[in-house]
């Protein structure tokens, strides 16, 4: 983190969808910066809400469904408050997105080419030709190695891992401050995974931009973020430098998804992994006071919860939500 | 001990074109794989996305034609024959079952659960009504599911249930191997422990086998006992585990093993750096480790309970390698 | 390309071969024949007798075939019966008629359906998606001839902005330019008619690709780069939407030529419809034969047509 200033700040963001007359929340009291040059991890389980923040971040939920509440700041305006035509403004310019499906993702019927230059057109005055040599400087720029070829080639023509450097190259086209990658690699193998992973490092020392990296995948986070924020049922419940994460985790959910990594030690016998109990509620039955993680760690006593547990910092850049935490300990384990 | 048996295993598809459409060319999905599996053990076999790895799981099961080479089951020969009536092959067709990452797909949405569990039941059993129902209540305990589920269908049930819906139905015909195609690869990470937790489980109680297939190398550590790298539909090493992961042989296997994202951030500099270090020198040496083709050599002794496709002539690199 | 095109052309032969075999039969095994009606039931037996055995129709059914197919390869493909005409002068002359009244149509067709489907699929579940559902049902469930009478009566009859008979003005002199613009002038009321029939499943199918293509992750993607709405459905959702589209047509030029009975009767219009319910009518083996034939091979190139012109839209599609 070579400097601290804010690139986007969400401030009690909250994120409704509408169920008949109802608006229930998948993205609950998020608050949470990106720093400039630095790769923000936000981690959960599918329901978390994770991608509905991604989502409401660039503003493509669906507006007539969705209610946001709270706000993004980016520069000194609140993108909440946009409309439609000044959100295109940012979008592609400001932040660029990278997706989860680098085949979905991609028109089939135009050329990859075109596809990045269209990036160009609404966000610079470059001239065709001038646009058309930038497409190629993208393309070589995320590692393709004959741009003049893929450019003129559609997405099914490619394989995942070049479908997914042009879609990278896409988000990259007008070098956005900001970047945020749903699940960039989880359609990917492993070694496309890590060159893919080791591509938006390489981006980000150029480019100094902030990188949302939105993942269930731990061991990507464990490689790649800086900081991270654990979403459990659309609040976040643990944001903590990586490295503390993973060494010294605090809040109950943290804990237990960490435990439920499949690992063996070396010459250990092989031990059950820990299975969290019950499921996440669904969004319509998801309990709106007191602690969410509650009904999953039944053996806790009522009294460790808190009645409206708030996200607090308990160590400089550590913040957990609640109190619990001081209390946890595994069912079977002794008592603290 | 052993029981099934592969040898020399081939798959391979036809690529039609031209002016009558004959055939052109083939994909070598499977070509040439020799596999023994024993009773009790878990094999993995690990892959990336077009190895070959599924082909060799839907071959056994009858999903594929296999194009050359041989099943054989406790002895007798069943190529090709997983899906025949006749009732030499009965014990074969019972035996081997098979799970897939979508279960949802394989559990008709029509029939009630206990339908769904009872039917491998009743092709292979005479139970009565009562005993079949008790089976399929004990099943359904056995994956942690109470008896109240037998009356419900496969959409009231999350992700995670209806795999283990699925384990429990491939569990009904009282199998000695179950083929398991990536069957945590679409659920979350505590749900999956769940589902592992109870693959285990059934193991320990049936003493089946497993061959899981999967392309997430830690969740083939630990389940598996040998475990076996695809690459171009041949295996370009096999061994226990402990060999596998501690003592990597081939370039293919150490780029896919440098490759998987490691839980240690304060060593991650270091892994990077590593995982290059081992990705130039697949850029640079991978063309000892194929033959002239880009085919994956046959597989060569290493040491004891570990086989690597190293080039036969190729003497000073493997004894390099035996260091 | 040429390559499956030529393929698709050689399996064409003994597809056309089947077909020719299947239709000379079902045609031998007609009731009646053509004399039947024709001739005074007075006239002695015998006399039919040696006219049918004069014709051939007495031989095996083989034998005939052969002949038969004898004469088609030398493009003799038989007289009309009824009218004492070479088919192929009978059918030369219907056929310039449906072709015309077949382009306007799908013209027209085209000229509705697409912009009802992308407007109706962009704006699903407003008014105009309403009103273009109603549009549908009515102009699904409409027979034919009650909408080509009420278009008679109401342009023709009533506002008498078209004439409402015939495909030309004998009167006229042919070649001059009057002449023609009359001709183009009296296809507009029928080609509208059949146009309206077309309409209902393009604007359906359109319409279900449109709502299809915008829930699609790649107009996601659009969003996210900053491209404004009008450009997305331009670019992006109509063009993946018109596939099907493109798909249908070959089916669509496979029709052109077939014509609609019930508006060619009622618009007076001499088409192909019109010719094969007489010549089935009054048992024209030749030219029930020829049309049968003709319509077969159509629908064969249609699909090639098809598929040819998939291909091009789509490039995911190859054919080699």
Redesign the interface.
Known sequence: MATEENLLEINNLEVGFRFGDEYHNAVDDVSITLKKNEILAIVGESGSGKSTLATAI?G?HDPLNTKVKGEILYKGLDLTKLN??L???????D???I?Q?PL???????TVGK?IE??LI??TDLKENARQEEVLKLLDQVGIVNPQRTAKQ?P?ELSGGMRQRV?IA??L?NKPPIIIADEPTTALDVTIQAQILDLMNDIQDETNSGIILITHDLGVVAETADRVAVMYAGQIVEEAPVDILFTDPKHPYTRSLLNSIPQELEGEEVAELHVIQGTVPSLQALPRTGDRFKNRIPWMPDEVFDEDPQLAEIAPGHKVRGNSWKHFYFEGEEEK | MSFLELKDLKVHFPIR?????TIQDWVYAVDGVDMIIEEGKTYGLVGESGSGKTTIGKAIIGLEGVTGGQVTYNGVDVTNKARSRRSEYADYNKDIQMIFQDSTSSLNPKKRIKDIIAEPMRNYFNYTNDQEKNEVIRLLEIVGLNEEAIYRYPHEFSGGQRQRLGVARAVASSPKLIIADEPTSALDLSVQAQVLNFMRRIQEEYGLSYLFISHDLSVVKYMADDIAIMHRGRFVERGSKEKIFNNPQHIYTRRLLSAIPQIDPLNREQHKAERRAVEKEYQEQQIHYYSEKGRVYDLQTFDDQHWVALNPNDKIKQSEGGN | MW?TV??RL?TMIPQIILLSIIVFVVAQNMPGDPFTGMIDPNVDPAQIEALREAAGWNDPVPVQYVRWVGNVLQGDFGRSYAQQVPVTTLIGGRAANSLRLGIVSTFFTYLIALPFGMFAGRFNNSWFDKFVMIYNYISYAIPTFVLALLMVFIFGYRLGWFPTFGSKNVTMTAGTAEYYWDMFYRLLLPGFTGGILGTASTTQTLRSEVIDAKT???V??????????GKIYA??IF??AL?PIASSFGFIFSSLLSGSVFIEQIFAFNGMGDLFITSINGRDYSVVITLTLLYGILAIIGSLISDIALSL????IRI?
């Not at chain 2, 074109?17 to 459409?21: D, L, M, V």
């Not at chain 3, 996601?220 to 709405?229: D, L, N, Q």
């Not at chain 3, 839209?313 to 995911?316: G, K, N, T, V």
């Open positions: 660039i493509l439609e035509k959100y295109n403004r940012i979008r592609g310019n932040i660029g997105m997706f499906d979905g993702s991609l028109n089939p019927v135009m596809q269209e990036s609404y966000h559609y099914h879609v896409i988000a086209a | 074109g031209g002016i009558f459409n | 390559k030529l393929r050689l699609q992750d790649y996601r993607t659009a969003r996210s780069k900053g491209v404004p709405e670019k992006h063009r993946n596939l839209a789509d490039p995911r080699d």
